[in-house]
């Protein structure tokens, strides 16, 4: 359904590339996740998919169809769902979904009709008077998302659809994006939020400096990080991490903070008792130490590192 | 409700026309139905302040002649056709693409990003004519003389007021798309008042022979354009050549339209 073959994207000729040959496939029905730090070619990439964003190289479809070449044929079967509301403040908040509708060619009658629906369906029933201006973030982003669903999509873009939501609207959002997969649409959802990420998506890329680093389900990006038996160490005092713990695994300083080193040891069957040994052994002092359970965190902070973008 | 999604209904062709014409709808209910006033308020203040201290308060205390109305009524309704159309393209798209970013949704209905910059100009050449057509009641009212339309042909002036219409807004869709938002305010400033004053709307152009250099550059303002058209069709004062006037409207609106569609195509596709 959405099919993506080394895609690229340069801003301005000397500028680096935003996105640096991507390529991935989507099915009909599925939920697919780009996850990536900011700045990583997420939005260049649905960009490119959305009819916004024109690729330097590369080819980009939608249902089969050339995003290039037939972008308006694109637009007929595709929603965005995008990260700041770009609601349209002068209408109210049910004809901000009619007036949509009706871009899409859907008569008086049908229109009103199904966006009391989508309305309803989103929890926004009785807001349908509402000024947007007025509306809470969760209602604004819930009005964005039924806005979307309107004309029926076959594919929808779901832009860090929770970003400052509140728990109960993550969940309800969770709930209806769930609903949307069953129903037929395939979804592409960019977000940081890993538990979503893991709980909706059924195929995740991970991004990062403009290329896919990691292709795969939820479970099989987990197994993706060297022995999932690994351990995390907090201590002080410990200058030569590599030398006293290098003998268990492959040894990762996360990162340095006030003395305090974390360091990860990627091994299988890494014994802690034998660390806290090692680390004593070293003139170090252990503060904190946890097994590396393999969240889908620990995989993103393993493949695209600690440094801030 | 069914979630489940659908395949297109209409064929491209056909979806490109209805959204144009949706697009227009929800232009003309969220200015007539939801803000008439705010519009009127918005386009007519400053016009009637001029026909009122121009057309009314100087020939009253004898700064200016008796019949300047006749002349300035032409120039007021072009200049308010003009700054309404301009207005009502370049201030929306500043607005729309850096703040509230409301042209996304625009830009994902299934029309050509490029007909979408057509119809942002077709919907203010749509409210410049409005408000140009309120002018004459205003005249009625405000002058001295009230209207004087017999020598008025009525096929000229429905065309300038098209045309007008279209200048005003191939000049707000240029400036709406190649300004960045942080500088409209200075931009609106620079350019509006140079605009209002080389235009030919207080003064009939052929009245610039003794000031050459200025009737030149007058020559340069799409406005003196619809001035002078104005004064032909409605009054029978020496005006520019009618060729001279089409010709100006026709490359002001084909070059500044085409510019700004293009520009207009760039900032809605990186």
């Known amino acids: ?309 | 409700m069914s979630l489940a999604p659908e395949p297109p209904r209409l064929d491209v062709r056909a979806a490109t026309v209805r959204s144009f014409l949706a697009l227009c709808q929800r232009d003309a209910f969220a200015t007539l139905r939801r803000d008439p006033w705010g519009f009127l308020a918005q386009s007519l203040i400053a016009p009637l302040f001029y026909l009122f201290i121009f057309g009314r308060v100087l020939p009253e205390i004898g700064a200016a002649g008796p019949n300047y109305g006749e002349a300035l009524l032409p120039g007021v309704l072009g200049l308010t056709l003009v700054l309404t159309a301009l207005q009502g393209v370049a201030l929306s798209l500043v607005i729309e693409f850096s703040f509230t970013k409301e042209i996304e949704d625009r830009l994902l209905a299934p029309i050509p990003a490029s007909l979408v910059g057509v119809q942002k100009m077709v919907w203010a050449a749509v409210r410049g004519i409005i408000a140009g057509l309120v002018i004459l009641p205003l005249g009625e009212l405000v002058l001295p003389g009230g209207l004087q339309l017999s020598d008025a042909t009525w096929w000229t002036f429905v065309l300038l007021l098209v045309a007008g219409g279209f200048a005003g807004a191939s000049i707000g869709l240029v400036m709406g798309t190649a300004v960045p938002a942080n500088k409209i305010n200075v931009v609106f400033a620079v350019v509006l008042t140079p605009l209002l004053f080389t235009g030919a709307t207080f003064y009939p152009w052929q009245s610039l022979d003794s000031l050459r250099w200025f009737q030149v550059v007058t020559l340069f303002n799409p406005l003196t354009y619809v001035s002078e058209g104005m004064r032909a069709s409605l009054t029978d004062a020496p005006h520019l050549g009618s060729g001279w006037i089409v010709l100006g409207l026709t490359v002001s609106i084909g070059v500044l339209g085409t510019i700004g569609v293009r520009k207009f195509i760039g900032r809605a596709i990186d």
Request: aromatic share 4%; net charge negative.
């Open chain 1, 1 to 309: 359904m959405i099919e993506v073959v080394e895609l690229r994207k340069r801003y301005a000729p000397k500028a680096p590339e935003a996105v640096a040959g991507i390529s991935f496939e989507a099915r009909r029905g599925e939920v697919f996740g780009l996850l990536g730090p900011n700045g990583a070619g997420k939005t260049t990439t649905i960009g490119a998919l959305t009819t916004r964003v024109r690729p330097t190289s590369g080819y980009v479809a939608i249902d089969g169809i050339d995003v290039q070449a037939d972008p308006v044929a694109v637009k007929q079967r595709i929603a965005v769902v995008p990260q700041r509301p770009n609601l349209d403040r002068q209408l109210k908040a049910i004809e901000n979904l009619t007036f949509h509708a009706a871009y899409f060619g859907y008569g008086r009658a049908e229109r009103r009709k199904r966006a009391l629906e989508v309305m309803k369906a989103l929890g926004l029933e009785g807001r349908e008077d509402e000024d947007v201006n007025n509306l809470s973030g969760g209602m604004a982003q819930r009005l964005l998302i039924a806005r979307a669903l309107m004309h029926r999509p076959q594919v929808l873009f779901l832009d860090e659809p929770t970003t400052g939501l509140d728990p109960q609207s993550r969940l309800f959002l969770w709930d209806r994006i769930e609903e949307l997969r069953e129903a037929g649409t395939t979804i592409l959802l960019t977000t940081h939020d890993m538990v979503e990420a893991d709980r909706l998506c059924d195929t995740i890329a991970i991004v990062d400096h403009g290329t896919i680093v990691a292709l795969d389900t939820p479970s099989g990006l987990r197994r993706l990080l060297p022995g999932a038996g690994g351990v995390e160490v907090v201590a002080t005092g410990m200058a030569d991490a590599e030398g006293a713990l290098g003998s268990f695994g492959e040894v990762e300083v996360a990162g340095t903070a006030d003395g305090r080193r974390q360091i990860r040891i990627y091994g299988d069957g890494v014994d802690p008792a034998a660390v806290v040994d090692a680390v004593r052994d070293s003139g170090g002092e252990m503060l904190e130490l946890r097994r590396l359970e393999g969240s889908l965190e620990d995989v993103f902070v393993h493949l695209t590192g600690r440094d801030l973008r």
